[in-house]
């Protein structure tokens, strides 16, 4: 299985200030369709995970423009411009290029 | 709008079985690959299995092939979860999700716990 690693595990910002999460891949992401299957998830508290990102850097409908994604092959990057109270929560990059689907182990953003 | 809603979770012995159902509404449920995720308490995001949009294929971790099944019926819009020979490291919360390289909606979730 390809594995996700992302870093750091938790990641402590002061409200106003940017935060960025790195996520690896053990094998490039790049599908035999020329698409990189590299999402970004957002998991509030109590809550049902929430896709951000798709295709490494496609937000989602309603989400904020403060956060963008990047990269390409093995090396991926969540931004979020500026921190707001409202992005408490843990982050996960999932891969669905390769069977099985894999998560990285999340990073759990807080305010300092 | 789009709308998952897992049920079925509950609490089941070592050894035992339990299905999942996943309603689906307000999208053309035969037309997408659904996926189950699953979550253990205080855990992150475990890929669980998959559908293909033309249910022709699914697809299994290695945790949990030969134990759970994954099938449909198109005319109640459900997804279903089959899963037996229940373990203790299959506690979690499991979610429905639509789309699988990446599924874009996701349910509330439903506990199920094993125990004796």
């Known amino acids: 299985d390809v594995v996700m690693t992302q870093s750091p595990l938790s990641l402590p910002v002061t409200l106003g200030q940017p935060a960025s999460i790195s996520c690896r891949s053990s094998q490039s992401l790049v599908y035999i369709d020329g698409n990189t299957y590299l999402n970004w998830y957002q998991q509030r508290p109590g809550q049902s995970p929430r896709r951000l990102i798709y295709?490494?850097?496609n937000r989602d409908s309603g989400v904020p423009d403060r956060f963008s994604g990047s990269g390409s092959g093995t090396d991926f990057t969540l931004k979020i411009s500026r921190v707001e109270a409202e992005d408490v929560a843990v982050y996960y990059c999932m891969q669905g290029t390769h069977w099985p689907g894999t998560f990285g182990q999340g990073t759990k953003v807080e305010i300092k | 709008d789009v709308q998952l809603l897992e049920s079925g979770g509950g609490l089941v012995q070592p050894g035992g079985s339990l299905r999942l159902s996943c309603a689906a509404s307000g999208f053309t449920f035969s037309n997408y690959p659904m996926t189950w995720v699953r979550q253990a308490p205080g855990k992150g995001l475990e890929w669980v299995s998959g559908m293909s949009g033309s249910g022709g294929s699914t697809y299994y971790a290695d945790s949990v092939k030969g134990r759970f099944t994954v099938s449909r019926d198109i005319s109640m819009n459900t997804l279903y979860l089959q899963m037996n020979n229940l373990r203790a490291e299959d506690t979690a919360v499991y979610y429905c999700?639509?789309?699988?390289?990446?599924?874009?909606?996701w349910g509330p979730g439903t506990l199920v716990i094993v125990s004796s």
């Open positions: 295709g490494v850097s």
């Open positions: 999700g639509r789309g699988y390289r990446g599924p874009e909606n």
